[in-house]
Structure formats: C-alpha cells, structure tokens
C-alpha cells in the first residue's frame, strides 16, 4: 500500500508542474491567473483516497507537502525509514482551466484540481496492467 501512495504522490507531483509563463504585467487577470495566485503556497498532506477507498498514511507520509511558487512545484515525500529526509521532485507548471499541468525532464502529466478555502484536491487515474485506479489527494494549506 506503501509503494501505491509514493506512486500516486510522485505522480500527482508531476502532474501538479507544467511548462508555463507568467506574465505579471497583465492588467486583467484571467480565472486561471487567480487559480494560479491561489495555488501558490505549501500545501500539506491530508487525506489520500485509491478507488474511493482512504488509504492509511503512514508517520512519514503525514511529513510529505507540496510547494507551489509562481513557476515552480516543489513536492517534498518523506519515505525513508527515520522521516529524516525529504525526497524532493521539482517541476514547472502551468493551469488550464480546472488542470495543473507539469512538466519535469522526463515526463508531462495532467491533474485535475479544486481549491476550497484551504483545501487542495488533486485527482488523477492511472492504468497499470489494464487496471485502473482513481486517486484522490487532499491538502491542507498551512
């Protein structure tokens, strides 16, 4: 169950950055320039759902939190032993519409995304031999 949440949270990191530009000197923001400004913060960990079952997270999954800045998405995964050290995966990304598109050196991924309050929830669906699986992820701005 371990290795399907580092999966599902790597994923959802690559999902969560994509190649994109900002352009502040833009006198009329777009909604995805607020999705943008509302994304922007630490996110931690709250809640991660596989085929609407919830997943147990461990004491160092609780660690793991996202960071977006105005290009870059920073997903720090506790997943060593002692929770000492975060593995960091760095990505650019950019909104379209409800999706979170990000782009590291090897891989272009979508998320869909809703903010409410504090709340960030990602999801995503991947395929592994022939079976799907719908992953959910909360996160808790802090």
Sequence with gaps: MK????????????????????????????????AKKALIGTWKI????????IQVL??????SYIVFSEKEMMNYLYSD?????????????SVLGNII???TKNETSDENFSISGNKLILSHTEETNGEKR?????????
Excluded at 46 to 53: A, D, G, R
Excluded at 58 to 63: A, F, I, N, V, Y
């Design 58 to 63: 461990s004491d160092c999954d609780k660690k």
């Design 101 to 103: 598109r990000t782009v």
């Design 46 to 53: 709250e809640s991660v759902t596989v085929n609407e079952m």
């Design 134 to 142: 719908n992953f959910v992820m909360t996160y808790i701005k802090q």
């Design 3 to 34: 290795k399907i949440f580092t999966l599902a949270f790597i994923a959802l990191t690559l999902l969560a950055t994509a190649c994109g530009k900002s352009n502040n000197d833009n006198p009329n923001p777009t909604p995805q320039d607020d």
């Design 81 to 93: 032993k002692k929770c000492n050290t975060p593995q960091e995966v760095t990505a650019t990304y």
